[in-house]
């Protein structure tokens, strides 16, 4: 059964950085996209980054050039580095996973099978 972990949520001001860890475990044999979502109060959940085996990477408009989406494999560890956060970045955060597709690229769509528990993220002053 796939484990999804995540912690280092917090509160931080704008501006702050928080960075984000999801330990997994419990993969079988197989490609796996890897992404973080975020919901806030009120509003539906968005995929905020991805990436796959291969290290693609993908980033909603929103954080792109603040956040950094990776990976270390021999730690079992998804990661997200979260820079210059404004407060509309607050939000509970959540690593997912699903099956790599084979020929196509990961995005936010589709059937993400694996979900952690959430991290509480709150930017405010």
């Known amino acids: 059964e796939v484990q999804l972990v995540e912690s280092g949520g917090g509160l931080v001001q704008p501006g702050g950085s928080l960075r984000l860890s999801c330990v997994t475990s419990?993969?079988?044999?197989?490609?796996?996209?890897m992404g973080w979502f975020r919901q806030a109060p009120g509003d539906e959940r968005e995929g905020v980054a991805l990436?796959?085996?291969?290290?693609?990477?993908n980033y909603v408009d929103s954080v792109k050039g603040r956040f950094a989406i990776s990976k270390d494999n021999a730690k079992n560890t998804l990661y997200l580095e979260m820079n210059s956060l404004k407060p509309e970045d607050t939000a509970v955060y959540y690593c997912?996973?699903?099956?790599?597709?084979?020929?196509?690229?990961?995005?936010?769509?589709?059937?993400?099978?694996?979900w952690g528990q959430g991290t509480q993220v709150t930017v405010s002053s």
């Open positions: 419990g993969y079988s044999y197989g490609r796996y996209c």
């Open positions: 997912a996973a699903k099956n790599e597709v084979p020929g196509r690229a990961c995005d936010y769509g589709g059937s993400w099978y694996f």
């Open positions: 990436t796959d085996a291969d290290d693609y990477v």
